[in-house]
């Protein structure tokens, strides 16, 4: 089956700590996002890349990094500067020109403070 | 600067049909209007999208007015399991993504 694979599901960080979530999509799509989901609240967008070793800021990148060395994998760094990162991250991607192709999402990565 | 507006709560009964109104101005005149169903603890799924008039599929009708200033998506004999938290998105003219925020329907029995 084609998908997105979002790993771990749950996530600890602590204080100090880069943590890194992983995005693995076997749909050979060319875009890949990620996003942060504070409870109760939409979706706002950290990165996203149309193409491999391409990449932009999204609304929210501070405090994040990304990197896209292969098609299939975009994998998300939480850096110590991002102070609160307590959130539900989703990673998604679709064939391109961001909003005109529907996004295929994973089933997120619950990152907490310890 | 283009705003995508949802209500934050819905509550309809198994049977019934659902509309659920996106606001939205300023998003690009020659791009989709995509609407998405999240379930608790998962990734949000494709529903349906649309550029003009109404589409329908399996599960769903989209109708946007010819003045895209808006959408409505309609649940036709909603049940349960159609409970969930609905987003609608646009794009504007920069190609930034304007996701709303979301509506949280329940369905009761």
């Known amino acids: 089956d084609g998908g997105i694979t979002q790993s771990p599901k749950y996530l600890f960080r602590k204080e100090g700590q880069n943590v890194t979530l992983s995005c693995e999509q076997n749909l050979n799509h060319d875009a890949m996002y990620w996003y942060r989901q504070d409870p109760g609240q939409g979706l706002r967008l950290i990165y996203y890349?149309?193409?491999?070793?391409?990449?932009q800021k999204g609304d929210i990148a501070e405090g994040y990094s990304v990197s896209r060395e292969k098609k299939e994998s975009f994998p998300l760094t939480v850096t110590s500067a991002q102070k609160n990162p307590t959130a539900f991250y989703l990673c998604a991607s679709n064939e391109g020109v961001l909003g005109n192709q529907p996004q295929h999402f994973g089933d997120g990565t619950r990152l907490s403070i310890l | 600067l283009a705003k995508t507006t949802q209500p934050i709560s819905m509550d309809s009964y198994e049977g019934q049909e659902v509309n659920i109104t996106c606001s939205h101005n300023n998003i690009a005149t020659n791009d989709y209007i995509t609407w998405y169903q999240q379930f608790p603890s998962q990734g949000p799924r494709f529903i349906i999208q649309?550029?003009?008039?109404?589409v329908t599929n399996e599960v769903a009708s989209l109708f946007i007015p010819a003045d895209r200033k808006s959408s409505t998506l309609s649940l036709p004999r909603v049940s349960l399991s159609d409970t969930a938290v609905y987003y609608c998105l646009g794009e504007d003219s920069n190609y930034q993504l304007i996701w709303g925020a979301g509506t949280k329907l329940i369905i009761k029995p």
């Open positions: 649309g550029y003009k008039t109404k």
């Open positions: 890349s149309q193409i491999v070793n391409d990449f």
